[in-house]
């Protein structure tokens, strides 16, 4: 089977115990304004562009001209000439297609820097929209004795198959208001509290990883709200970590030909720590990463 | 050759009833004084011993012609002992000094520096160029030693070596050095034993023996060491001059100079002070010898060197820690440290593999933080059981801005490369590091290690261009049909690539390897009978440099090895062209003859193509096997004593130079532009983060690399997270030196070598905007390859090459 990946790295503690090497999977279902790797967003794959770097003769067909390019062109261009023999530093394609016993093979050359109790994160974009890859492909790793992580937005309705496949589970809740979630990426929660009340009762490492968006979901009310949700679940064996809005990845909405439409997502003085104490009020078991 | 000593005054009876130094001074006051020091030296903007030093030896040339040259040399260094003008500052505690060993002249740390000032030939006069006349050594005098020294057999010599490189050093396709300092003498038995000690055994041995070469060194080097004793004199006598006009604890003081001097280094140490005050005469002498700039002398294994007298004394860790920091601002030299690159060395484990820090180790570490010297280099050696304590006391270093940051060595790794090699087992704990990285065995090793430099990236241009530089149109390479390879055609060419590159290396290393032995003849016609006597020759009898028997137990010449992210990245480009576009292999050798002048796209082609750094498989296993082929050429060659060559892959800020003289390559790199750093990628094309940095270097073969290699990471500070530095040194132990160091492996050796600055380039050029703001002492100290400098001044190629090869998107952590 094979996958779709659009980046990979290595990361400490930030996405699962240790030091940990990162799979990016292309493709998401969610379209939140504030997304980090736009890249990763068409399960496709996205063209990355760098304009000081591209020429009109990277192109046979004239999608370029000035250092732009004319993505309609593109859709229906196959293959591209631009990411084989005209191959240029202002132009790539996000996606590369890589065996499930590819990325088992790398994972291995890469097990001298799994240090810590690290292992392979399976992240995106959102994971389970190769569901069946990825199930294969955590399986093989844990067979051969890797921890394994999953980061994901816990919508897909089959998640749950694969919590024993995956030794740190990561969900991202972003809101407490289903209507809220639904306008803004696209997307409901009610696959989502299904999924994070079965990973709450049945998973041993859940962590829960609430994005803190200014505007989205900091006003007066919502730290409480999201607290309330969380508690009446069993997280006795949950984490949850507040993450401050950045735009690290904004530079990357130009690049792939996508209007950023994200206004002034920065938290007030004293916000993230609002929501965990507010947390931790409620028993909630907060952590930093 | 006389066995006892000249010693004038009191005969170092008993000193149990005076007070020591940390009952006159206390560990704050030494402190002081120490940086008083410091800033006086740097106040000096001129160096005219070595010139005086020069018309000494003029001077013993004639009044010595009829001695057997290392007699000659030894009583050389005797008159330059007792002519000399010594003088002992208000601030000092020891006396010597290395100022009149060193002309302010080291390229890197002089401002006017420029990297197309390269010549292609190390002229031993171009010293004299260095000096800008004064009233006291006009134009006249400077010029008469410069023709003097132009008369010399070895600069004639050396000039007879150069031509058999020909051309081929102009254009830096490889380049040779006769080989000065860069050694490690072991003063553990002679500060054990005393000079005195040492003229016994010395005396004895000139007994047992019938054969005149060998009497004659004995007899030498027990001549030389006769200087130590006359500088020990005369400095004593001076502080007892200084005594009749000082008053309380200076006074004091330097009664208790003038009583130590009057003991060491003729007779043993006997505690902590008496221990660096015979180390310093000891090295003074020993620099004065090779005259001007014997650069990257090292101390060797300084703490356990030490240690011994420290428990003696016993000295707490505050008064050591107060006599360190004079000892440090010994080896600084007038207003930039032009005495570069001598090395100290702490830490490490013994053969069993037990750890051998000591307290002396965290004295000198802490001598080390306060003073924030530009030199000497700190090195510290590591191994898989290094106690947390240390890289704790190692996490100020790497984090605090502007601070030194220390060469980390991974004993471990280095033990089997050495073994490898052929260092007896014996002797591994006793390695020590020379220069930027030369691993070295303590007093048994010569290594000559700058004896050779070989651009790959230059013969690869010469190859790809029929043998003719694409930077002058000259000839200095094989056509590919001198190569026994006739091509009709680019496609051809670039087809043969490979085979082509290896047979035009095979051909350019055995030119280097003959004009390198030259090199290396030409400077056994400058014997070194001291520091014989500390590397072997006083059991040996023989010359350090002798080019016909080897006076140490090990033996080698170093080949520093430039090129090999280019090169490999270069390969599998080109194998990448010819697979997706082989109509145009014509278009890509004029594109590379061009510089890409016309051919930007195909530039960019070239640029995309995978780079080493990056964990792509088949560019880490060109890289590695690049590596292996290379140096198992190298170490098949012969030195002048028929030991092997040494591969060193290390550039220090030859990169800058040398790839100054390549020109267009395969992987998309213009002309004149840098090579990559040592083993690591070339900047700005690993950008996937230090783990797959990592990945890619752990593919390269280590064990073939007993010269050694550099290898830099530039790390941005905002990665680690602890509260303290103690505690960001456990995170770099956890986070870079573990799986760098110490991580599973299934084959082959880990990596032995690394040095860090941990900064950003916004840090750097807000720096360089505004100084006065951000290093208000006016220094700042930063790595550069094996040596700190004060990045204030350098030259601003060599800042921007710095602020370059930080490169963090090949070192990010997340």
Same mark, same amino acid.
């Given at each position: 089977m094979q996958l779709r990946v659009f980046q990979e790295g290595f990361n400490y503690a930030q996405d699962g115990p240790g030091n940990r090497l990162v799979y990016h999977l292309q493709g998401c279902n969610l379209r939140c304004p504030w997304c980090a790797n736009p890249e990763g967003l068409d399960p496709a794959g996205t063209l990355l562009v760098q304009a000081e770097w591209l020429t009109e003769a990277v192109c046979p067909h004239h999608a370029i001209r000035e250092h732009r390019l004319d993505r309609s062109r593109c859709a229906s261009c196959t293959p591209r000439p631009c990411l084989h023999e005209r191959r240029n530093q202002g132009i790539r394609c996000s996606a590369r297609v890589l065996t499930v016993a590819a990325l088992v093979d790398q994972a291995r050359r890469s097990a001298p820097l799994m240090f810590d109790g690290g292992g392979v994160t399976l992240s995106g974009g959102e994971p389970t929209l190769q569901f069946r890859a990825v199930a294969q492909l955590l399986g093989q790793l844990q067979a051969e004795g890797f921890h394994t992580a999953l980061e994901t937005n816990g919508t897909h309705p089959r998640l749950p198959e694969l919590f024993p496949l995956v030794d740190?589970?990561?969900?991202?809740?972003?809101?407490h208001d289903d209507a809220v979630l639904r306008r803004v990426t696209g997307v409901g929660d009610a696959v989502l509290r299904r999924n994070l009340a079965r990973a709450c009762a049945g998973h041993g490492d859940l962590r829960v990883r609430i994005p803190v968006v200014h505007g989205f979901n900091d006003a007066p009310g919502d730290a409480e709200r999201f607290a309330d949700a969380f508690a009446a679940l069993p997280t006795d064996r949950a984490t949850f970590e507040c993450l401050p809005f950045h735009e690290y990845g904004k530079i990357k909405w130009a690049q792939c030909g996508l209007p950023y439409r994200m206004g002034d997502g920065a938290l007030a003085a004293g916000t993230l720590e609002h929501f965990q104490a507010v947390f931790r009020a409620r028993n909630l078991r907060v952590v930093e990463t | 050759m006389r066995v006892q000593p000249v010693l004038s005054g009191p005969s170092g009876a008993c000193c149990e009833a005076e007070p020591s130094i940390h009952a006159i001074y206390d560990p704050e006051t030494l402190g002081r004084m120490a940086q008083a020091r410091f800033q006086e030296e740097r106040r000096l903007d001129r160096l005219d011993g070595w010139l005086r030093i020069k018309e000494i030896q003029r001077a013993a040339d004639g009044r010595l012609a009829g001695q057997p040259p290392m007699s000659r040399a030894a009583l050389t260094l005797q008159a330059m002992a007792r002519e000399l003008p010594l003088s002992l500052s208000e601030h000092a505690v020891f006396a010597g000094s290395q100022d009149d060993a060193f002309a302010r002249s080291y390229a890197l740390i002089n401002p006017a520096f420029k990297v197309d000032a390269f010549t292609g030939y190390c002229d031993p006069t171009a010293v004299f160029g260095d000096v800008t006349p004064n009233a006291e050594f006009p134009q006249a005098r400077i010029s008469a030693l410069r023709d003097y020294a132009q008369t010399l057999p070895? =600069?004639?010599?050396?000039?007879?070596?150069?031509?058999?490189?020909?051309?081929?050093?102009?254009?830096?396709?490889?380049?040779?050095?006769?080989? =000065?300092?860069h050694m490690i003498p072991d003063f553990r038995t002679v500060l054990r034993e005393g000079v005195v000690g040492l003229l016994e055994t010395l005396h004895g041995r000139l007994q047992e023996t019938e054969d005149p070469a060998r009497r004659e060194g004995y007899?030498?080097?027990?001549?030389?060491?006769?200087?130590?004793?006359?500088?020990?004199?005369?400095?004593?006598?001076?502080?007892?001059?200084?005594? $009749?006009?000082?008053?309380?604890?200076?006074?004091?003081?330097?009664?208790?100079?003038?009583?130590?001097?009057?003991?060491?280094?003729? %007779?043993?140490?006997?505690?902590?002070?008496?221990?660096?005050?015979?180390?310093?005469?000891? &090295?003074?002498?020993?620099?004065?010898?090779?005259?001007?700039?014997?650069?990257?002398f090292s101390v060797g294994n300084a703490d356990r060197l030490f240690e011994p007298y420290r428990r003696l004394g016993p000295t707490s860790q505050a008064e050591s820690t107060a006599l360190f920091?004079?000892?440090?601002?010994?080896? *600084?030299?007038?207003?930039?440290? &032009?005495?570069?690159?001598?090395?100290?060395?702490?830490?490490?484990?013994? *053969?069993?593999?037990?750890?051998?820090?000591?307290?002396?180790s965290y004295a000198l570490?802490?001598?080390?933080?306060?003073?924030?010297?530009?030199?000497?280099?700190?090195?510290?050696?590591?191994? %898989?059981?290094?106690?947390?304590?240390?890289?704790?006391?190692?996490?100020?270093?790497?984090?605090?801005?502007?601070?030194?940051?220390?060469?980390?060595? *991974?004993?471990?790794?280095?033990?089997?490369?050495?073994?490898?090699s052929g260092i007896a087992a014996g002797d591994l704990e006793d390695y020590a590091v020379a220069g930027c990285q030369e691993p070295l065995v303590m007093g048994k090793d010569n290594g000559n290690t700058t004896n050779s430099w070989l651009n790959l990236a230059k013969i690869l241009e010469l190859t790809l261009q029929d043998g003719v530089s694409a930077? =002058?149109?000259?000839?200095?390479?094989?056509?590919?049909?001198?190569?026994?390879?006739?091509?009709?055609?680019?496609?051809?060419?670039?087809?043969?690539?490979?085979?082509?590159?290896?047979?035009? =290396?095979?051909?350019?290393?055995? %030119?280097?390897?003959?004009?390198? *032995?030259?090199?290396?003849?030409?400077?056994?016609?400058?014997?070194?009978? !001291?520091?014989?006597?500390?590397?072997?020759?006083?059991?040996?009898?023989?010359?350090?440099?002798?080019?016909?028997?080897?006076g140490t137990t090990y033996n080698g010449s170093g080949c520093l090895i430039h090129g090999l992210s280019v090169v490999a990245d270069a390969f599998v480009a080109v194998d990448q062209f010819l697979a997706e576009r082989p109509k145009d292999a014509e278009r890509l050798i004029a594109a590379l003859r061009t510089d890409f002048v016309h051919d930007e796209d195909l530039r960019q082609y070239l640029r995309a193509c995978p780079k080493f750094g990056n964990h792509v498989e088949r560019v880490d296993r060109e890289a590695r096997v690049v590596a292996q082929h290379i140096s198992r050429m190298v170490a098949g060659k012969r030195n002048y004593l028929g030991?092997?060559? %040494?591969?060193? #892959?290390?550039?220090?800020?030859?990169?800058?130079?040398?790839?100054? #003289?390549?020109?267009?390559?395969?992987d998309g790199r213009k002309a004149r532009e840098m090579l990559g750093y040592g083993v690591?990628?070339?900047?700005?094309?690993?950008?996937?983060?230090?783990?797959?940095?990592?990945?890619?270097?752990?593919?390269?073969? !280590?064990?073939?690399?007993?010269?050694?290699? $550099?290898?830099?990471?530039?790390?941005?500070?905002?990665?680690?997270?602890?509260?303290?530095?103690e505690a960001k040194g456990l995170e770099f132990q956890t986070r870079i030196i573990a799986p760098l160091f110490f991580g599973q492996r299934s084959e082959g050796v880990a990596p032995f070598y690394l040095y860090v600055n941990v900064t950003t380039p916004d840090a750097l050029r807000r720096l360089l905007a505004d100084p006065a703001r951000y290093a208000p002492s006016g220094v700042y100290i930063v790595r550069i390859h094996g040596t700190f400098v004060n990045f204030l001044d350098l030259s601003p190629e060599i800042q921007q090459d710095i602020i370059q090869r930080l490169d963090l998107r090949s070192t990010a952590l997340a």
């Open positions: 740190a589970l990561i969900l991202d809740v972003k809101h | 070895f =600069t004639r010599q050396l000039q007879a070596a150069y031509a058999l490189a020909g051309d081929c050093t102009h254009e830096a396709v490889f380049f040779i050095e006769q080989v =000065t300092g007899a030498a080097m027990g001549q030389a060491l006769e200087a130590v004793l006359i500088l020990a004199s005369r400095y004593a006598d001076l502080c007892r001059e200084q005594q $009749a006009a000082a008053q309380g604890p200076r006074k004091q003081a330097l009664a208790l100079m003038e009583r130590t001097l009057r003991r060491v280094p003729a %007779r043993p140490a006997y505690d902590l002070y008496s221990a660096i005050q015979a180390f310093l005469l000891l &090295w003074q002498v020993m620099c004065l010898e090779q005259a001007p700039n014997p650069f990257a920091k004079h000892f440090l601002v010994f080896f *600084n030299v007038a207003d930039r440290s &032009w005495a570069i690159s001598q090395n100290v060395l702490v830490g490490g484990r013994s *053969n069993r593999g037990e750890d051998l820090s000591s307290p002396s570490l802490d001598a080390y933080f306060a003073m924030n010297l530009p030199q000497p280099i700190l090195s510290v050696k590591l191994h %898989r059981n290094t106690p947390p304590e240390l890289y704790r006391q190692l996490g100020r270093f790497f984090f605090t801005p502007g601070m030194l940051t220390p060469s980390l060595f *991974n004993d471990d790794a280095l033990f089997q490369v050495l073994a490898r930077i =002058t149109g000259q000839k200095l390479g094989l056509s590919h049909a001198e190569l026994g390879m006739p091509a009709r055609s680019a496609l051809e060419r670039l087809g043969t690539l490979r085979t082509a590159f290896y047979a035009q =290396t095979e051909g350019m290393v055995d %030119r280097m390897v003959a004009a390198a *032995n030259a090199a290396s003849r030409a400077i056994a016609l400058l014997p070194v009978p !001291f520091l014989s006597a500390f590397m072997g020759g006083a059991e040996t009898g023989i010359d350090t440099r002798d080019d016909r028997a080897q030991n092997p060559f %040494r591969p060193d #892959w290390s550039t220090p800020s030859t990169h800058l130079l040398y790839g100054h #003289w390549v020109g267009a390559t395969p690591d990628p070339l900047y700005g094309e690993a950008d996937s983060g230090l783990g797959f940095r990592v990945l890619s270097t752990l593919q390269l073969p !280590f064990e073939l690399m007993n010269g050694g290699y $550099a290898s830099h990471f530039g790390i941005d500070p905002a990665y680690f997270r602890g509260p303290t530095f």
